[in-house]
């Protein structure tokens, strides 16, 4: 059972936007604290990189490279987290995955599939 559940990827034009969702079971959510929720993304022969989180006081933090372009956002009462992803360049494109951090251990999606076409 998938702990973590994204959606919205998909592909766009560069230039384009995309919105990923991401949210957190009732299997994490009734038996620990999430703390923060965020986005990494691994593209082909590249190592997983990090791009964006947000804490539950509402903290932000961005990826120099999608800094300006894409925004997080959060529902905490229903464990869910938003990546907005706008002006997509074809280096975008990836498998993005969502991530949460409880109090009790680390948490990750399956990914989605992001592809920026020229």
């Known amino acids: 059972q998938a702990q973590l559940v994204e959606s919205g990827g998909g592909s766009a034009q560069a230039g384009g936007s995309l919105r990923l969702s991401c949210v957190a079971a009732r299997s994490i959510s009734s038996r620990d604290t999430i703390k923060v929720m965020g986005w990494y993304r691994q593209a082909p022969g590249k190592e997983r990189e990090f791009v964006a989180a947000?804490?539950?006081?509402?903290?932000?933090k961005y990826a120099d490279s999608v800094m300006g372009r894409f925004t997080i956002s959060r529902q905490t009462a229903e464990n869910t987290v938003y990546l907005q992803m706008n002006s997509l360049t074809f280096e975008d494109s990836a498998v993005y995955y969502c991530?949460?951090?409880?109090?009790?251990?680390?948490?990750w999606g399956q990914g989605t599939q992001v592809t920026v076409s020229s």
């Open positions: 947000i804490y539950s006081n509402g903290i932000t």
């Open positions: 991530k949460a951090i409880g109090a009790w251990g680390d948490y």
